[in-house]
């Protein structure tokens, strides 16, 4: 458009700046002299265009966030965005933002059409994001006056076009819904909060439903659904399910308007009785604070074309909640472990699954048999169920025609189960499957799908409790999902289970059973003297594990045959936390399989992984027992193991390949705590373990706060002392991180050979901490504040065994390692993750009595058999780090360290004896930085490893590092050259590169 089509746009602007001048030199307040003049300018927009339905109302409430924005925009009866003025020169840059306005911006940020100005900068954000380039004025407002002009008219007007034109997009892309609605289904959260706040606050009498009915709401949605749910997990389930029951209702092409939601519920509830319900007893109470937030979700799921979504996309739905989540609360979906099934992973499992019900549970029809009923615990979005559906479908139409799959699927709807904590999730679960038995013809069951609403590991046997009709879809939900977890016997548990390992508490039933009943049903994992390491149990992927075995194998005596397959981490199938677990699998079932998908180990690189976002190693687990099988007291499954490599990609292909009943699977160990890895064909077994020769060993320090080890001893005093210089008691629980063993309010016994003060933390007035030189990771030594108040586990025997002399042997006893270092060694105090950042086993080679710490005549025994005068511990500990300090060791026995836990091949020959113990004396004393096994004779100089002066071999630091700290590390193989940040070092060889401990990089962690 040419430049002079502006020529109105430059006369409102100058009469803008014309009007703000003299308002500004009038003395009022800045922001409220630009108000009219602002005014004025939209109006000249508006008749322009010939916008006659723009009308705006200044200092507009939005009660639901507790801000005022400047003004609120209205096209016809709706209100369409918002404005929110600054005083002229302050910055609307978000990035800029002091406290309050930081605050207010926070509160504002998801509404889908907000501007800000100051007069000169004007900015328009959509969701938090800010749409286009920001349009600057030339001149300012106190001085320019009919001067002040647009830098480019052409884009400022484009700008306050969009802005007065917005109304709710088409969405017609899975990638536009998410983006449209989480933001305002986070808003419809924070306003519930709000709600909550202000009910707490009210002075009305407890009872008085009308001064709080978000209350009494909360408290019938956890007494109905879910008894443990706090205000935020009851304001996220609140925003979650209005947002999902109208995307649901709009797929069913129900009208959405504008306080209509107990009609959109009625009608909803003819298919989906406990959306539609909850719906209507969600919004039934809802005030002016709800407003706004409520018009702008419905308005926009109203433009939701599902028909264009669907169109040609089977997986349209697949994954819209792993995208919500992401930008709904990305947060909440790591606590909540929803990392959602790869589709290529789920129809593996379910085939194989299948396979296992046709050929071990004797069903030649797999899932389509009338007898087999499926649960997946951990419902999600319902892919498993959903795969299963479309299984059986396709197998009746190749063996009976088209028209057998809408009868298949029929018979199949009634005694397919799925139970899920959210309802969002759940509302897309009950989307897809509805969508699929539409594209089938097949109708709903008569009481709809068996998905429900429900917490798994809650108790199914708890008493009903007599509620109000209103409540009769809620409740009847609840108790239909408890007789099906109480007395209904399933065939198959086919699922992928949340992950947190911080999930203590949150077991339910499963983890704790009522006072004065029966022990919890979590305890048939757990394995006699093994307490020590079951905190491993403790994971929700371990509840769910459990709830599924008990189902299957424990809950229905008359039935007790059946298949669980779970994809979860594989940490219990090999360490010491899982025995309990391996020995139950052993005794209860009959047969299993295991899948390694994750053979690189711990974080391993992102292409490798099934799931991108996971680093832990999983695998998948199938176990069967059979109904025709003889069981005697030393009965003992039959568990097979194999591994996929490769990247993503070959690992989907691989897993298409593999049958329960080709050659490809190895046998694992036979007895009950075994791990679950192959038995070793080498010899292994018959090497002593690492623990045999050193008997007493230890986790390392756990401080369970990272303030308290630094590099810096200066770092550290600085931090020490701002903490015991803190008055304000809440600032300084943050800055102490208080847990359950450690607060400000408490004193402990000093740690053993230092001295330590007798008052508390909160009483503390000595402003200098002790310090000790402590190993933090394998060759990282940092500081450590010596003070038993500061440390939750600080092995009081590890401190007391600190000696001269003394070294400490480390391995990684409860994960399987694959490269590196399988045994590392260092004189200094080991934190619990000093070998490769995944826990590990200390074993100290002296008592803190000095005495060795190997079993009584070990050491005279290896003296006689190998002909010398004598054998010391030392020597013992110099062989095993000479034999598994290095590489070549895991890579000679890496099938064998798939199971944790280091043996070691002891020699009968002199010199090969002699020969290790004086290679192994090198490494103890470079390992402890000379301070261990020096002898000047044979280049071994006491506290100094560094090469000599003039050496090939010794490192030169070729440029500087700078002042700022570096943020990135690289290697010149070619040079070998590393740099760090803007530092060189040459010569660094390659082995050191690359060398690791465990897979843990030494250099680049």
Known sequence: MPEDSYGWLRDAVSEFGRQCRQKLAGGGGPESSIRSPLEGLLRAVGERHQFREISWHDEYRIPELGVRPDYAVRSGHDITGYIELKKPGLSVDPETFSKHNREQWEKLRDLPNLLYSNGTEWRLFRHG???????????????????????????????????????????????????????????LRSTVLEQLDFEARSSAPDDDVRARPFTGLKNDWRRLLFPTADDATFADGYAQTITFALLLARTEGIPLEANSFHEIGRLLDADHGLMGKALQLLTDNINERFTVTLDLLTRTIAEVRWDVIRAGNRDAYLHLYEHFLTVYDPSLRQQSGSYYTPLEIVEEMVRLAEEVVRTRLGQEEGFGADEVKIVDPAMGTGTFLHTIIERVAEQATDRHGPAMARD???????????????????????????????????????????????????????????????????????????????????????????????????????????????????????????????????????????????????????????????????????????????????????????????????????????????????????????????????????????????????????????????????????????????????????????????????????????????????????????????????????????????????????????SGSPLSIGQETITTPALIRVGLRSFDRQYLIADNRVLDYPRPSLWASLQPGQ??????????????????????????????????????????????????????????????????????????????????????????????????????ERALWEKGVSLGRKVLWASTYGERCAEPSAGRPPRNVEFPSGEPGQVKYLSHIGIGLPDRMRYEAETQTLHIGEARFAPVPQAVWRYDVGGMGVLNK
Not at 148 to 176: E, G, H, N
Not at 820 to 843: C, I, K, S, Y
């Open 129 to 187: 994001e800010q749409l286009g380039e920001t349009v600057f004025f030339h001149g300012a407002l106190k001085s320019a006056g009919e001067k002040l002009s647009a830098v480019s008219p052409a884009s400022f007007d484009a700008l306050l076009k969009q802005f007065l034109r917005w109304t709710p997009p088409k969405i017609t892309q899975v990638a536009r819904l998410v983006h449209h609605i989480a933001p305002l289904c986070r808003l």
């Open 408 to 754: 298949a699927i029929s018979r199949l709807a009634s005694r397919l189960f799925g139970f899920e904590l959210q309802t969002g999730p759940f509302a897309v679960a009950e989307l897809r499957a509805s969508d699929m038995l539409k594209r089938y013809g097949a109708p709903l069951p008569r009481n709809g799908l068996s998905f429900f609403v429900t917490d798994t590991l809650d108790n199914p046997f708890v008493e009903e409790e007599h509620l109000a009709s209103t409540y009769g879809a809620l409740s009847d939900s609840r108790r239909r999902a408890n007789q099906i977890k109480a007395r209904t016997p399933v065939t198959a548990v086919v699922t992928n289970p949340p992950y947190d390992d911080k999930a203590e508490g949150r077991g339910g039933w499963v983890e704790k059973r009522p006072a004065g009943k029966e022990p919890p049903v979590l305890d048939a994992f757990r394995y006699p003297d093994n307490g020590r390491h079951e905190h491993m149990l403790k994971n929700m992927y371990v509840y769910f594990w459990r709830w599924a075995t008990w189902k299957v194998f424990d809950a229905h005596p008359e039935d007790q045959h059946g298949v669980v397959c779970l994809i979860t981490p594989s940490g219990w199938a090999t360490g010491p936390g899982g025995r309990g677990m391996r020995n139950y699998l052993r005794r209860t079932c009959d047969e299993g399989w295991i899948i390694n998908l994750s053979p690189e180990g711990q974080r391993a690189p992102v292409p490798s992984r099934v799931f991108p976002g996971v680093a832990q190693p999983l695998a998948i687990h199938i176990f069967v027992r059979r109904a025709d099988m003889v069981r005697g007291p030393h009965h003992q499954a039959h568990v097979h193991y194999r591994e996929v490599t490769g990247r993503r990609e070959d690992k989907f292909r691989q897993l298409r390949g593999i049958g329960l009943d080709d050659d490809d699977w190895r046998d694992t160990h036979a007895e009950g705590p075994r791990p679950f890895t192959p038995a070793s064909r080498s010899g292994w077994e018959e090497f002593p373990e690492l623990g045999d020769l050193f008997p007493w060993s230890s986790l390392g320090i756990t401080s369970n706060r990272s303030w308290v080890s630094s590099p810096s001893v200066e770092t550290l005093r600085r931090r020490w002392a701002r903490l015991i210089r803190e008055t304000d008691q809440v600032e300084k629980g943050n800055l102490f991180k208080e847990t359950r063993d450690r607060t400000l309010a408490y004193s402990r016994q000093p740690l053993p050979a230092h």
């Open 807 to 908: 070294v400490f042997l480390n391995q990684q006893s409860s994960h399987a390692i694959d490269s590196g270092a399988a045994v590392v060694a260092t004189h200094l105090l080991p934190d619990t993750h000093h070998f490769n950042g995944r826990g590990g086993r200390v074993l100290p080679i002296l008592h803190p009595d000095g005495s060795a710490n190997t079993p009584t005549g070990l050491l005279p025994h290896l003296a006689h058999v190998l002909g010398v005068e004598r054998v010391t511990v030392a020597d013992l500990a110099a062989y095993t780090i000479a034999l598994a300090g290095h590489r070549a060791f895991t890579e000679r026995f890496t099938e064998e360290l798939l199971t944790p836990g280091v043996r070691v091949p002891l020699t009968r």
